[in-house]
């Protein structure tokens, strides 16, 4: 990076460390940061809609849709993270495979199962073979949003399900009685007024969330802590420029410092927005928040 | 003039794309010096990097390398998310029966212990290996307690702050780390283990093995195969 890096065994103190801390293996550290909060904006959101996506469907009177929502919010919620993460990933990238094999190699002869290979035509490869490194990261990426999205999504599932039913019952009653029908009722009283219920259960999910992002590493996408494992461990001068012993304490202490500022962070803000759902509901919160502006 | 940097951005991206048609995805773990590490540009590097290299030229190939969990790393190149495995991983019949191996392109490296002190209890005390390594799988039939890490970097941690008495690992890992480290030294007993170290591919993915094979065979005959374990200290030559 600095002119005066080519050599960075005749430097030491300040200078040493600037050259250290810009190699391009900390460049790589450095970018996965963003890796993992470009994760966390991209998932929160995600797992939000099948959160809700499956409170609605458990909540539904048509038998099979209420099975399915039921069912997602038991198998995934019951099913370790890990395994989830290995298996299903795997799974998953398998299944969009076969989908693709076919419908675009319809003449393929061969058995797609050969024994614990699972082979498809190159045309339903994903990402296809030829494709540059890039495209793979991003599909493997898409794959862990998607993952983490459907385990949380059940998590928040059953948080808003519950959410939907601590709404009071007078105020649907009251929504029925002005002749609202039970679709307006969900859209326009219900759901409006059931977040301010879910928001504990779901800052909580937001907190797990944040610190199961080394799960990441799992599916092939090298997120922080691998990097701080990587950096932090023994650098033997014979395979580096920048030799130094067991600095994994270190790395993991500005981990720690990134995920306590980042929690500290979340509840500020979670905090205003509690307070702003407060606003106007039904409940002790909203009615102290009036006594107090009275 | 226009048309003309049309035309040649054109010819140069239709060519990338002819020589992207090939391209072999690499799988390695990058956290077992001197074999396969992450240099200090965050990029593999080390014997199996250049070697790496070398095969694909030989075998016509373009190839780009990947970086997976060593835990994980069979269950990946089997579901296809990349073609061959080239990890320091021995040819054992366990592997053999789930993956297909090329021939050895190292021969069999006698794995060693690594110790704080040279009276280390390697038989009856604790040892420390990574998971799922054929060092490993030797331990757990021994009579030692055996105490598994995920990475390579976490077993000699081990036995630095005295979990482990001793860490059992390819000698060609440990060399340079008892090298460099006073308070570590090898202990004289080696282990022989495993059938030297090969490239894993798919079962049904015949044609690539083969390639590679020739390849390998190639660079043994020629004697650059040699210059490589020589230059990256991996053990004895062929």
């Known amino acids: ?294 | 003039m226009k048309k003309l940097v049309l035309a040649t951005s054109a010819l140069a991206l239709s060519a990338s794309m002819a020589m992207a048609m090939d391209v072999v995805r690499l799988g390695t773990e990058g956290a077992y010096p001197p074999w396969n590490f992450i240099n200090d540009a965050g990029e593999v590097d080390g014997f199996e990097r250049e070697l790496g290299d070398e095969l694909c030229k030989r075998a016509e190939l373009t190839c780009e390398w990947v970086t997976n969990e060593w835990d994980s790393i069979i269950p990946n190149l089997v579901s296809g998310n990349y073609d061959a495995i080239i990890a320091g991983m021995s040819i054992t019949d366990e592997r053999d029966e789930v993956i297909d191996f090329t021939q050895n392109y190292t021969q069999p490296d006698p794995s060693s212990y690594l110790a704080m002190s040279a009276d280390a209890d390697v038989t009856g005390g604790v040892v420390a290996a990574q998971a799922g390594t054929i060092q490993a799988s030797h331990i757990a039939s021994s009579g030692a307690t055996l105490v598994e890490f995920a990475t390579p970097e976490e077993t000699i941690a081990a036995v630095r702050n005295g979990e482990a008495d001793a860490v059992l690992a390819d000698k060609s890992y440990l060399n340079p780390i008892a090298a460099e480290d006073d308070s570590l030294m090898l202990l004289e007993q080696d282990e022989l283990l495993g059938g030297g170290v090969g490239m894993g591919v798919r079962e049904s993915d015949g044609e690539l093995k083969a390639k590679f094979d020739a390849a390998i065979q190639s660079m043994k005959d020629d004697g650059s195969l040699n210059d490589l374990i020589t230059k990256w200290e991996i053990g004895e030559t062929f």
């Open chain 1, 1 to 294: 990076m600095f002119s005066y890096c080519a050599d960075p065994s005749l430097l030491s103190g300040m200078s040493w460390l600037s050259c250290y801390l810009t190699t391009g293996k900390h460049a790589a550290f450095y970018v996965s940061f963003g890796t993992v909060l470009l994760l966390l904006a991209i998932t929160a959101p995600a797992a939000l809609a099948f959160g809700f996506a499956g409170a609605s469907a458990a909540r539904s009177r048509v038998w099979p849709v209420n099975w399915i929502g039921k069912g997602y919010i038991a198998v995934v919620r019951g099913v370790p993270d890990i395994a989830f993460f290995l298996f299903f990933v795997i799974a998953l990238d398998q299944m969009f495979e076969w989908a693709r094999h076919k419908v675009k190699c319809p003449d393929w002869d061969q058995p797609i199962r050969q024994g614990n290979d699972f082979v498809v035509c190159q045309a339903a490869k994903l990402p296809l073979g030829e494709s540059p490194q890039w495209v793979h990261e991003a599909y493997g990426f898409s794959l862990a949003v998607l993952t983490f999205a459907i385990v949380f999504g059940a998590f928040a599932a059953n948080v808003l399900f519950g959410a939907m039913r601590a709404v009071p019952r007078a105020q649907l009653e009251t929504a029925e009685a002005y002749g609202m029908s039970r679709r307006q009722t969900f859209w326009r009283i219900l759901v409006p007024q059931m977040w301010v219920f879910a928001l504990p259960g779901l800052s909580n999910l937001w907190m797990v969330l944040i610190k199961a992002t080394p799960l990441l590493f799992l599916l092939g996408v090298e997120d922080i802590v691998y990097w701080a494992r990587e950096l932090g461990g023994t650098a033997n001068p014979r395979f580096t420029e920048y030799p130094h012993g067991d600095w994994r304490m270190w790395y993991f202490f500005v981990l720690l410092v990134f995920y306590l500022g980042f929690t500290k962070f979340s509840e500020f803000f979670l905090e205003r927005l509690m307070q702003k759902l407060t606003h106007g509901q039904a409940t002790t919160g909203g009615e102290a928040q009036r006594k107090a502006d009275a």
